[in-house]
C-alpha cells in the first residue's frame, strides 16, 4: 500500500497545514444551505452502504430528488454533482460489491448521471451505468445529460460496428433519446443521433406537424456536406416526411433534386387537388425539365390539358411581358442607349463613329440581349414603310458570318413567343444568303428554348436543314435543335445528329457543335449511345484536328451526358484515358467537372487544384477546364463558393498563364449574376492585365457577375475600359458584350443556374453556361472569329427573376409582399425571421440574388412555400377583413 503522503517526513508539515486551512477557508465561503446540502449528502452516500436495503432505498431516493431538482446556471456544475464528485469513486467500488437488484439499478442511474461530470475522457461510462440501470424516463435527467449519452452512444457504436457487436440495448436507448429530443425542439440533435447510428427511418414515426418542417429543413440543408451516399439517404427521408404531412411542393422539390422521375410522378398521384398540381407545375417548367403527365397523374383530359401547357412553358412570355408593363421598362433600348458614350471623354466618342463590321455585331448582340424577350427593338423589328423593313437594313451591316448572328439576334427579341417569333423570322428563309439562313435556323431553336410544344415546330422546321451542303447553314440547324430539345432527350434527333458524328466527310466545326447540341438534348441523361458516338468521333480525330480549338466541343458534349451524375461518369472517364494524349488529360479534367458539377464534392475540388498547381509547358491545355471545374463544383454551396474563390485568388498569383485565363471565367460562373464586390474588384484589376486573353476574360466575366442586374458599378467600370481600349477591336468587343450582359432583359432576367432559394440546380442552364464558358477558354479563336454565336448557348440560363402571383384562373393578381435578403434559420430556436433589411412592394417584383419574398397579407395562402416564379393564390377562408 502506498504510504499516506500526509504521514511522510516534517519537511511536509507545512503544505498540509495550509491545505486544511485551505479546506476550512472553502467550508467557511459555503453559505448555510450549501454547507447543510453537502453535510446531508455525504450522508447519503454512507447510507447508501449501509447493510439495511431499507435504508439504502430511502438514501438512493433523496439523492435522486437532490440531482434532479437542482438547478443550475449554464456556466456551472450543479451543486450535487459538485459535492457529490469525492465520493464517486468510492460509489463505483460500492456499485461493484452489491447483488443484483432493484437498488443496484438505482445506483447505476445515479453513476450514471454522475458520470456526466467526472468520468475520464473515452470511457463512456455514463454510457456503461446507463445500460445496467433501470429502463426509466431518461429526459427527467436534463437536457445536458442526455446530449452526453447521445455523444457517447455514437462512439460506442462506431466501435461496436467495427466489431460486429450487437447493437440491440443501444438502440432501445436511442429510441428514448429520440422521442426525448423531438418533443423538446432539438430536431438537430435528434437528427445527428440517428445519422451516427445509420438508422434514419426511426425519424418517420417521430415526426408531428409541429416540428415536420424544422426537421426536414436541416436534413435537406445537411444533405449539402454530407459524404455520398448519405447525403441521397437523407433528402429521401426528408422527401418521405413532406409526402406523410402532405406537403407536395417540397416534396416535389426534393425529388427535382435527386433527378427522379419516380417521385415527381408519386407526388402528382398523392395530390387530389387540381390547384396544387398547377404550382407543381410551375415548378416543373421553371426547372426547365421535359416531363410528360399520363392519366395517372391527371385524370380528366382537359385538366390534364392545362397543366401540360404549364409546364411546356406556354405562359412564360406572357407573364415576363406583365412584369415588364408593371415596372414600366417596355421602352424599346438601343445599345447608344447602353453605351452611353456621351459620359465620356472626346477621344473615345470620337473613333466610335466609324462604322465597322466588328462594332456593328457587338452592337447586335447587345441589342439582343439588353431586348430579349421584349418582341419590340430599334435596329431588327422597325416596322417602315418599304416592304423589305428597315430590319434587313440591318442585317446588312453585318458582314458574312456576323450576319448569322444578326438573323438570330431577331429570335432572341421574340423570346419564348413561338408564334409572334415563328411568324417574323420566316421571311429570312427566302433570302439566299447562306448566314442568313443560318441565323433563322439557329433563330427558330432560340425563340423555342425552354418551351414545349406538342406539334414541335423545331424539330419540323429544322429537321431538313441538318444535312444540307454549306456547313454554316448545317450549324445554324444542328444548333437550334440543341438550344430547343434541351434536356428533351428525344430519340427523333438522336437519329438526325448522332450519324453526322461519324461521317468522315462533315467539317470539323459541324462535329463540334453536333456533340455540344447531342450533350444538351441529352443532358445527365448518361446516356450509352449518344456517348459511344460522341467517343467515336473523338477517336477518329486526326493529329491535326486535335489541335484546333473547336475540338474542345467535343469532350464537353460527353461531359454534359453526365452532368451532376457523380459515379455514373467513371466508365467513360476509363475509356478517356485510351485518346490521343493530346486531348486525353483535357477530356479527363471536362468529364470530372461535369458529373460532379453542383455537388460540392469536396474531394473532387482538391483533385482539380491539384492539377491546377502544377507547372506545364505552353501546349498543355488540360488546366483550363480544371479551373472551370473548380468553380462548377463548388458552386453548390455558399460556403464552398467562399472557399472557391480564394483558392482562386492564389492560382492567380503562381498559376501559368493558361490557368490565368480562365481564373476569370471561374470566378464569372461563380458568381453568375450576383455581383460580390471582392470578385468584381478582383475582375476590375484582371481587365487591365498585360495578357490580352486574360484581359477579355476578366471583361467577358465582370458581364457574367453583372448579369441582368443593371449594377451601376459594373457598368461604370465598362464605360471606362470602353474609352482605355477604344483602339483594341477584340477588347472593346469583348467589353460591349459585358455591357450588353449587365443590362440583361433591361434587368429583368438572370443567368443564375440556381433557383428556388439555391435549392435546385437547372442543368439546362448550367449546360448552357458551361458551353460558353468552355468556348471563352479561347476567345480569340473561337468568339472572336466567325463562331461568335456561341453567345447564344447563354440563352438557355435566361430566366425571368420575378415573383408572379396569379390566382385562381391563373390570372396576375397584384399583392403586397415583402422582399429582402434571405437568412438562414436552418436549426434556430423558436421562429425566427427569415428575412431581413425587408421592403413592401406589390407584385409582381423583381427578386436579386440571395432575396427571399414574403406575402405581407394573410388574405391569401401560396401555394409554393418558396415564392419565386410563378405562385399560385388561393383565398384564405379564415380572413377577416379589419373594419
Known amino acids: ?433 447562306s448566314h442568313i439562313i443560318a441565323g433563322a435556323l439557329l433563330g427558330v431553336g432560340i425563340v423555342n428554348c425552354g418551351i414545349k410544344n406538342d406539334c414541335d415546330p423545331a424539330l419540323a422546321l429544322l429537321g431538313d436543314y441538318v444535312d444540307k451542303e454549306d456547313p454554316s447553314i448545317r450549324i445554324g440547324a444542328i444548333m437550334g435543335l440543341g438550344i430547343a430539345y434541351a434536356g428533351a432527350q428525344n430519340e427523333q434527333i438522336r437519329n438526325k445528329l448522332a450519324p453526322i458524328l461519324n461521317d468522315a466527310k462533315a467539317p470539323l466545326d459541324v462535329i463540334a457543335f453536333t456533340a455540344i447540341s447531342l450533350g444538351l438534348v441529352y443532358v445527365g441523361s448518361c446516356n450509352e449511345e449518344v456517348a459511344q458516338a460522341i467517343i467515336f468521333a473523338l477517336m477518329d480525330r486526326s493529329e491535326s484536328e486535335l489541335g484546333e480549338p473547336l475540338t474542345r466541343l467535343l469532350p464537353l458534349g460527353l461531359g454534359l451526358l453526365y452532368l451532376g451524375k457523380q459515379e455514373s461518369v467513371e466508365a467513360t472517364a476509363e475509356v478517356s484515358k485510351t485518346f490521343n494524349e493530346k486531348i486525353r488529360k483535357y477530356c479527363d479534367m471536362t468529364l470530372l467537372s461535369c458529373a460532379y458539377a453542383g455537388t460540392g464534392n469536396v474531394l473532387k475540388v482538391q483533385n482539380l487544384l491539384g492539377h491546377c498547381s502544377q507547372h506545364l509547358d505552353k501546349g498543355e491545355s488540360h488546366q483550363g477546364p480544371a479551373v472551370l471545374g473548380i468553380a462548377m463544383v463548388a458552386m453548390a454551396e455558399e460556403l464552398g463558393v467562399e472557399m472557391a474563390i480564394r483558392s482562386l485568388e492564389h492560382l492567380l498569383q503562381y498559376g501559368e498563364q493558361n490557368i490565368r485565363r480562365a481564373v476569370p471565367l471561374a470566378l464569372g460562373l461563380l458568381c453568375i449574376s450576383n455581383p460580390k464586390v471582392n470578385v468584381m474588384d478582383t475582375l476590375s484589376r484582371l481587365s487591365h492585365d498585360t495578357d490580352s486573353e486574360v484581359a477579355m476574360a476578366a471583361v467577358i466575366s465582370l458581364g457574367l457577375i453583372g448579369a441582368g442586374t443593371n449594377n451601376a458599378r459594373i457598368a461604370g467600370m465598362l464605360r471606362n475600359l470602353s474609352s482605355y481600349y477604344y483602339k483594341d477591336a477584340s477588347l472593346l468587343f469583348c467589353v460591349r458584350i459585358a455591357q450588353g450582359l449587365v443590362h440583361l432583359g433591361k434587368g429583368l432576367l438572370t443567368l443564375n443556374p440556381y433557383h428556388s432559394e439555391r435549392f435546385l440546380l437547372s442543368p439546362t442552364a448550367l449546360a448552357g453556361l458551361v458551353t460558353m464558358l468552355h468556348a471563352c477558354l479561347d476567345l480569340k479563336a473561337i468568339i472572336l472569329t466567325k463562331y461568335h454565336y456561341v453567345l447564344y448557348f447563354l440563352v438557355l440560363a435566361m430566366q425571368p427573376r420575378m415573383l408572379m402571383t396569379v390566382d385562381e384562373n391563373l390570372k396576375p393578381l397584384s399583392v403586397p409582399v415583402r422582399v429582402g435578403q434571405a437568412v438562414d434559420v436552418v436549426g434556430q430556436a423558436g421562429r425566427p425571421k427569415t428575412i431581413t433589411g425587408f421592403q413592401t412592394h406589390s407584385t409582381p417584383v423583381l427578386l436579386a440574388a440571395g432575396d427571399r419574398a414574403e406575402l405581407a397579407t394573410e388574405k391569401y395562402i401560396p401555394l409554393s412555400p418558396i415564392l419565386e416564379g410563378f405562385v399560385i393564390l388561393k383565398e384564405n377562408p379564415e380572413y377577416r377583413e379589419e373594419h
Open 1 to 433: 500500500m502506498a504510504p499516506d503522503p500526509n504521514a511522510s517526513g516534517s519537511g511536509t508539515v507545512p503544505p498540509k497545514d495550509t491545505k486544511k486551512k485551505k479546506d476550512e477557508k472553502k467550508e467557511e465561503d459555503l453559505s448555510d444551505e450549501d454547507l447543510a446540502l453537502k453535510q446531508q449528502l455525504e450522508l447519503y452516500v454512507e447510507r447508501v452502504q449501509d447493510l439495511d436495503p431499507g435504508l439504502q432505498k430511502v438514501a438512493l431516493e433523496s439523492m435522486r430528488q437532490e440531482i434532479r431538482t437542482s438547478t443550475s446556471s449554464m456556466t456551472s456544475v450543479p451543486k450535487p454533482l459538485k459535492f457529490l464528485r469525492p465520493h464517486y469513486g468510492t460509489l463505483k467500488a460500492y456499485y461493484e460489491t452489491m447483488q443484483d437488484s432493484d437498488l443496484k439499478k438505482y445506483l447505476a442511474d445515479i453513476l450514471s448521471v454522475l458520470a456526466l461530470t467526472m468520468s475520464a475522457e473515452g470511457e463512456r461510462e455514463s454510457l456503461k451505468y446507463r445500460l445496467l440501470g433501470s429502463e426509466g424516463d431518461i429526459g427527467s435527467w436534463g437536457h445536458e445529460y442526455v446530449r452526453n449519452l447521445a455523444g457517447e452512444i455514437a462512439q460506442e457504436y462506431a466501435k461496436r460496428q467495427s466489431e460486429e457487436a450487437s447493437i440491440d440495448d443501444l438502440m432501445e436507448l436511442v429510441q428514448q433519446i429520440v422521442a426525448f429530443h423531438m418533443k423538446h425542439n432539438a430536431e438537430p440533435e435528434a437528427v445527428d443521433l440517428l445519422m451516427e447510428v445509420e438508422d434514419l427511418d426511426l425519424l418517420i414515426e417521430h415526426v408531428d406537424s409541429t416540428n415536420f418542417r424544422r426537421t426536414c429543413l436541416y436534413l435537406t440543408s445537411s444533405a449539402r456536406y454530407l459524404p455520398g451516399p448519405d447525403d441521397m439517404l437523407v433528402l429521401d427521408i426528408a422527401y418521405m416526411i413532406y409526402l406523410k404531412f402532405e406537403e407536395y411542393p417540397n416534396a416535389l422539390q426534393i425529388a427535382l433534386f435527386l433527378d427522379n422521375m419516380q417521385y415527381v410522378k408519386q407526388v402528382f398521384t398523392s395530390c387530389d387537388d387540381l390547384l396544387r398540381k398547377k404550382q407543381f407545375c410551375y415548378i416543373l417548367a421553371r426547372h426547365g425539365i421535359t416531363f410528360e403527365l399520363d392519366d395517372e397523374m391527371a385524370a380528366d383530359d382537359d385538366d390534364r390539358e392545362a397543366l401540360q401547357e404549364i409546364i411546356n412553358n406556354n405562359r412564360l412570355s406572357e407573364g415576363y411581358l406583365t412584369l415588364a408593363r408593371d415596372i414600366e421598362v417596355m421602352e424599346p433600348k438601343s445599345p447608344e442607349d447602353i453605351y452611353k458614350a456621351h459620359l465620356l471623354d472626346g477621344r473615345a466618342s470620337a473613333g466610335a463613329s466609324v462604322d465597322s463590321a466588328r462594332q456593328n455585331l457587338a452592337a447586335t448582340f447587345v441589342n439582343a440581349f439588353v431586348n430579349a424577350g421584349f418582341g419590340q427593338d430599334k435596329l431588327m423589328t422597325v416596322p417602315s414603310d418599304n416592304t423589305s423593313g428597315s430590319s434587313s437594313n440591318w442585317l446588312f451591316k453585318n458582314k458574312e458570318h456576323g450576319k448569322t448572328s444578326a438573323a438570330a439576334s431577331l429570335s432572341m427579341i421574340l423570346l419564348w413567343d413561338v408564334d409572334a417569333g415563328l411568324a417574323q423570322i420566316d421571311k429570312y428563309f427566302h433570302l439566299s444568303d
